[in-house]
């Protein structure tokens, strides 16, 4: 197993990281406060082709989960306000059940994933429902497909797009096991997209917690010079190249699966290739990464990190959202330890059904308080 970026995807990192450092970044985020969306950069962005490079086959990019995270890591470092991952997560869902159009593909029509499974004829909490003209979404054992206006936007302190969107009217695209397995699948791509985001986040808060102390000065010195600040950061380049490494082996485990080889997560051998597994795994650990280097780069940053015109508060402010969006990390760990201490197991390939009968690959149950976490938490 290498996961080292290969010369193609050094090159994408090196395209998207000047495309996002031109056409994001804080002043950019803070204009698009509060809705979490800017749609000149859309606009921009649809020009690389981004929105469908995840897709396969003639008419998309045909780009690896793995070359996925690296564009969103870059998206994530420059606090991109775009609805990229839910969109390229859910545009290649609606590929593999062949209803992807042209829209949908170049990005003209943002389409969106209801992360948790509908709860009375509604999807609650979708983090770009408020931007996104497509919702898919599992309603029982059926994957459905909502289309229609973006819903009332919930205010949140992280500024992400998250509305409720209500399934009246919609399509269903396919049922039975394996819609519900497709759905699962593909949350776990969000998990693994969303935890690059958040290494992003994890880097560029320890770009700025770093640059602060080198220039701040106080005693005739630079803070930084003092050992009580060396060690809010000194252990921060270990959690995110943790982080990071976890969130590439998990985008390799989702290749694999495409590719119809099965994971393991076997703790007695300590093997662990199973992609839902490592997906989870990746979005805990840089969930803890992206709020602990965030906090303590705040920290050093004295009262100033709470003033909006210092960019940390930014990161501060995301990295949190996007680590409760889907569920209280507390229960994402106990997600996780089902997945692991439910014995040696197999994962199948996908259209293969349930990959684990006994485990639950998805996300929070229907009545659980994921709404008030996505929201109020961040306030």
């Not at 010195?221 to 950061?233: D, K, T, Y």
């Not at 979005?283 to 303590?296: F, K, N, P, Q």
């Not at 705040?298 to 960019?311: I, M, P, Q, R, T």
């Not at 996908?350 to 990959?355: F, K, L, M």
Request: net charge negative; hydrophobic share 40%; charged share 25%.
């Amino acid at each position: 197993m290498d996961l080292d970026l290969t010369e193609d995807q050094e090159a994408i990192r090196d395209v998207f990281a000047d495309f996002f450092s031109s056409e994001t970044g804080p002043e950019r985020a803070r204009d698009a406060e509060p809705l979490g969306f800017d749609s000149r950069a859309w606009d921009r962005l649809m020009e690389t082709g981004a929105p469908g490079m995840g897709v396969g086959g003639s008419r998309g990019g045909g780009a690896t989960l793995a070359d996925l995270t690296v564009v969103v890591e870059e998206a994530g470092a420059h606090i991109a306000a775009l609805p990229l991952v839910d969109h390229m997560v859910a545009t290649r869902l609606l590929a593999k059940v062949g209803v992807c159009d042209d829209d949908a593909l170049v990005g003209r029509t943002i389409v969106g994933l209801a992360i948790r499974p509908a709860q009375d004829g509604t999807a609650r909490t979708v983090p770009t429902g408020a931007v996104a003209r497509r919702v898919v979404a599992l309603d029982g054992d059926a994957l459905v497909l909502v289309e229609g206006d973006p819903g009332a936007h919930l205010e949140n302190h992280g500024c992400l797009p998250l509305a409720h969107r209500p399934l009246a009217g919609a399509t269903v695209l396919a049922e039975g096991p394996d819609a519900v397995a497709a759905y699962r699948r593909t949350l776990d791509e969000w998990r693994t997209l969303t935890a690059s985001t958040l290494v992003g986040i994890t880097r560029r808060a320890l770009d700025l917690g770093v640059g602060y102390v080198k220039e701040r000065r106080q005693f005739g010195r630079p803070i930084g010079s003092f050992q009580a600040i060396q060690h809010l950061l000194a252990d921060l380049p270990g959690l995110l190249d943790g982080a990071r490494l976890l969130t590439a082996k998990a985008a390799w485990a989702g290749d694999r699966a495409v590719a119809g080889q099965a994971g393991v997560a076997d703790i007695g051998d300590n093997e662990i290739t199973d992609f839902a597994a490592l997906a989870c795994m990746a979005l805990v650990s840089a969930g803890e990464a992206a709020t602990t280097a965030t906090d303590r780069s705040l920290h050093v940053h004295g009262g100033y990190g709470f003033s909006e015109e210092y960019d940390i508060q930014l990161y501060f402010r995301r990295a949190r959202a996007l680590t409760v969006v889907l569920d209280d990390p507390a229960r994402e760990c106990r997600r996780l330890a089902d997945l692991l201490l439910a014995g040696p197991a197999t994962s199948s390939p996908p259209g293969a059904g349930s990959d684990r009968n006994s485990v639950p690959h998805g996300g929070p149950e229907p009545g659980g308080d994921a709404d008030h976490l996505a929201t109020g938490a961040t306030r």
